[in-house]
């Protein structure tokens, strides 16, 4: 995009203004990323990030920064702290350790590279195992298995009504 100098000085303003990006590219008719080129080719101040915008301070606009700031009142002094005497209290009793459980690890059940490796079961139970029917020679499962495991994408033509 060629940058005329009405471009610039509308860019300046809307970003003044307090405009994000996309809404500055969607006024002058231009993608965000050129806005936010051109906005840090012309060293204009930083945005804070949408993500963080409420941790971080509000950007002054040019309205908030005319205005005098405000005089804050300060508080009250605090009476002094009367004397207190000191209690002793017991420590609290040592807490054991607490020791993380022993993740289970059970080897994978094929009793050849030639079997069936589909797992029939639900995993982390007793009953939980693998099919171990001999294996196709160039797929992992076996016949019954490699039919459902391996399907066949359909024509779309033949999906459209």
Known sequence: MDWSAEAIEQ?????????????IGRRMGISKNAVVGKAHRLHLPARPSPIHREQA?????AS???EA??????????????PVAP????PPPAAAPRV????????????????????????GTPEFRFCTSE???TKPYCLEHASIAYVKARDRREDAA
């Open 11 to 23: 860019l300046r303003a809307l970003w003044a203004e307090g405009h994000s990006t996309a809404e």
């Open 57 to 61: 301070p509000a950007v002054a606009t």
């Open 64 to 66: 908030t920064a005319s």
């Open 69 to 82: 700031p405000r005089p804050v009142a300060s508080p009250s002094p605090a009476p002094a702290p009367r």
């Open 87 to 90: 209690v002793r209290v017991a």
């Open 100 to 123: 993380a459980p022993a993740a289970v690890v059970r080897p994978f059940q094929r009793s050849s590279a030639r079997s069936c490796c589909w797992p029939i079961g639900e995993p």
């Open 135 to 137: 294996a196709l020679s």
